[in-house]
């Protein structure tokens, strides 16, 4: 049911106090007013099958009037709740991080947070409740203000409440501790003097209920750290090794992201593609090897193809003696005559590295 179209119950008399439908007379002699038009409203509270209701004299509806008398009543009736009772319940989502999670290059599945909940009485904190009282440090009012009158140092908290619009980002990120509480009707209200603000799923949370039209978010409030020290996650990569003598090998790990470690003592050189996928990682590492060290290897070579049966050979093994029916020692390359750089393959490869289109890496030398 849109706004336009809910029954409007409350609405100003001529002192300027929000009252409700049953509490005034019927018929044009109530003396109210529309909360957003100032308009003058007749009261329609004499008959016992239509809900009680007011409606403006002139026969057409402000399309605001429900929407401002709801954000009306509900400062009124928080801030009664407020000097009413002992306990107003906080209560928001804090997360402690791993001191790595905004640099981290890791392949991981989770986010490497700790989630807990940490609950607060405003009560404990603040003594004082006004409305409409100016922001500190922007020039905007806020609903409602919390402060202390004990400690009038301490910094004090804004409600900001809405139905429709939202605060602006001047007002949100202007560094001030910030309830915003969004409402649709009498119960969210209700809600929130019993209940206290207590901070909405987050859109990506598997119990979100998107019926529920209270909506509560906190701005401005101390809600991360990075203190987290037992932090640790299983991540995956792939491995690329070469050997003094020029052969190395890719294979694919995963391990604890804090024990990433150099896998072979006697290797050359290491490095970690910090990807699960493995395809075209090969043939990338081997020229990054062959970049930093110069070792030739018999997979670099233009001679060194595939057969019908799709193994690899050297299309020269006549020429150079080498038997077809024994394990190829790559090595050979080193000391080949016969060896012809690819250099469209390397090229290709490095530009790849240098443009940064591979996947975040560890190096070990």
Same mark, same amino acid.
């Given at each position: ?6 029954? *409007?119950?409350?609405? /100003? ?5 929000? $009252?409700?439908? =049953? ?7 109530? @003396? ?17 099958? #239509? ?8 026969? $057409? ?8 008398? *709801? ?30 999670? =905004? ?15 940490? %609950? ?17 440090? $922007? ?14 140092? #301490?910094?004090?908290?804004? /409600? ?35 209940? @206290? ?77 910090? %990807? ?34 799709? =193994?690899? /050979?050297?299309? /020269? ?12 020692? %790559? ?9 012809? *750089? ?24």
């Amino acid at each position: 049911m849109s706004n336009s179209t809910k029954y *409007l119950k409350y609405a /100003l008399n001529e002192k300027g106090e929000l $009252v409700h439908i =049953d509490s005034v007379p019927n018929g044009n002699d109530c @003396g109210c007013i529309c909360p957003a038009c100032n308009k003058p409203l007749q009261g329609k509270n004499n008959g016992t099958h #239509r809900t009680h209701h007011f409606a403006h004299q002139s026969g $057409v509806d402000c399309p605001t009037a429900y929407e401002s008398s *709801l954000h009306l009543l509900a400062k009124k009736k928080i801030q009664e709740a407020f000097y009413e009772s002992q306990v107003i319940t906080i209560s928001f989502e804090y997360k402690s991080c791993c001191k790595m999670i =905004d640099t981290c290059h890791y392949m991981k599945y989770n986010d490497c947070i700790e989630r807990t909940i940490k %609950t607060f009485n405003l009560k404990d904190f603040y003594d004082v409740c006004e409305q409409e009282i100016s922001y500190n440090n $922007v020039n905007r009012r806020s609903d409602l203000k919390f402060s202390s009158s004990q400690y009038p140092n #301490r910094a004090p908290l804004y /409600l900001e409440i809405y139905v429709t619009h939202a605060s602006d980002d001047t007002k949100l990120h202007s560094g001030n501790k910030i309830i915003e509480a969004k409402i649709e009707n009498e119960e969210d209200i209700d809600e929130i003097i019993g209940n @206290g603000f207590i901070e909405s799923p987050k859109q990506n949370d598997y119990d979100r209920n998107d019926n529920h039209s209270l909506k509560i978010s906190f701005w401005g409030f101390k809600n991360k750290d990075y203190n987290i020290a037992n932090c640790s996650e299983e991540i995956e990569f792939s491995r690329y090794i070469l050997y003094q003598s020029g052969k190395f090998q890719c294979r694919q790990e995963s391990c604890n992201c804090k024990k990433l470690r150099k896998f072979r003592s006697n290797s050359l050189y290491e490095i970690c593609f910090h %990807t699960p996928v493995a395809f075209g990682i090969h043939e990338i590492a081997k020229w990054m090897g062959f970049r930093k060290f110069g070792i030739r290897n018999c997979l670099m070579c233009k001679n060194y193809v595939e057969n019908y049966y799709g =193994d690899k /050979l050297c299309r /020269l093994y006549k020429h150079l003696g080498i038997s077809r029916n024994e394990p190829h020692d %790559t090595a050979r390359a080193k000391i080949c005559n016969s060896f012809i *750089l690819n250099e469209e393959e390397m090229n290709e490869c490095l530009q790849k590295v240098d443009n940064k289109e591979i996947p975040p890496i560890t190096e070990f030398d």
